[in-house]
């Protein structure tokens, strides 16, 4: 489907070492990688995330986008059939492509746009560089299906209930909506950030945020009269104004000790259950038991679970494989220097040796 990293190509330095720790799953379905992606959804005045789609004429190789300016700050992938290409060049107002194309084939340009961030300004208390958000209502795209007032899901039928996204089909996700409970909130449960997932209700279509403005081919089935039939795909381009982003690597941020840490614990998680048979099992947070000063700004914080259990991990003859600072603080908002993640690392490979040979 769209791309997993907008910003991830074959000519980085890193392109083969982010594919590698994309295969490094954490979960028994699969779902849940090394690298968590960064959310982002705010955009510099005038250079918003869009899509444009095409179907192309016998021979094309340029695609009109009025209004288009090239800016070195953006990526843009053109997608065809679903296969993702770079362009080779751009100009105003138009994309080009390396080859004379067929007719009737399906395209998709992605103008990633570019991203507000905030920048640090290498102070240790304001060390970071990350991905903005804002403050919008967030909505998944969605689109009214034109047999919407006679829809209708018979679990007799449900395999025929299909969507499709530049030739691949999308994962059906079964959504429960509580009394009381907004059609977000039970998208948002059931949904999350997953890629590539759709359902309908009540005959209106929603889809993964990342498949915002692309368009997709549905089966689904309607009443006519008493006889239940199937609509054959039936092209619609769900859309929202505000969604959640989480497609780029932003491979040249800065991050914090914390999170850092949050990624060895991630490994060591990957380890516990290739390598286990009880697998991993954290403590809670009050259960962990190492003495850290600074424990404080820890506790109550979204990586405060794995920042404080793998703190507590040790090698064989009982010392703790992290070190902390001199005064026993951890110091978990402060950016991770390359000395430290040298060591951070080496230590980490020296327990993962250790404990699994």
Request: proline share 4%; charged share 25%.
């Amino acid at each position: 489907m769209t791309k997993k990293w907008l910003d991830v190509s074959p000519k980085d330095w890193f392109y083969r070492s982010v594919l590698e720790a994309d295969k490094i799953f954490l979960d028994s379905k699969r779902e849940e990688t090394l690298f968590t992606p960064k959310r982002y959804n705010k955009f510099v005045t005038g250079k918003s995330r869009k899509v444009y789609n095409f179907t192309t004429t016998g021979g094309q190789t340029k695609f009109h986008i009025k209004g288009y300016k090239p800016d070195s700050r953006e990526t843009v992938v053109v997608y065809v059939d679903g296969i993702p290409y770079n362009p080779t060049k751009l100009e105003k107002d138009y994309v080009h492509v390396g080859f004379p194309m067929a007719g009737n084939k399906q395209v998709s340009i992605c103008l990633s746009g570019v991203v507000q961030m905030h920048q640090g300004d290498h102070t240790p208390k304001n060390c970071q560089t990350y991905p903005l958000t804002s403050t919008c209502s967030l909505a998944y795209p969605s689109k009214k299906l034109e047999m919407s007032k006679k829809y209708v899901f018979d679990l007799r039928y449900s395999l025929n209930e299909v969507a499709v996204c530049m030739s691949k089909k999308l994962t059906r996700v079964n959504v429960d909506k509580a009394e009381g409970e907004s059609i977000q909130a039970a998208l948002t449960r059931s949904i999350g950030d997953k890629d590539d997932c759709f359902t309908i209700i009540d005959g209106v279509l929603y889809v993964s945020y990342n498949l915002n403005q692309f368009p997709i081919y549905i089966n689904y089935n309607y009443k006519s009269g008493a006889v239940v039939k199937n609509r054959q795909k039936e092209k619609v381009v769900p859309s929202s104004k505000c969604v959640m982003n989480n497609d780029r690597f932003f491979p040249n941020i800065t991050v914090s000790r914390a999170e850092f840490f949050v990624i060895l614990q991630r490994m060591r998680k990957s380890l516990y259950g290739k390598y286990t048979d009880r697998g991993y099992h954290p403590n809670s947070v009050d259960k962990t038991e190492r003495h850290i000063s600074d424990r404080k700004k820890i506790v109550g914080k979204w990586y405060s679970e794995d920042v404080l259990n793998i703190l507590d991990e040790k090698f064989n003859d009982g010392c703790y494989v992290f070190p902390l600072y001199e005064d026993n603080s951890f110091q978990p908002e402060v950016c991770v220097t390359k000395a430290e993640a040298v060591v951070y690392l080496h230590r980490f490979s020296e327990w993962a040796l250790e404990r699994f040979r």
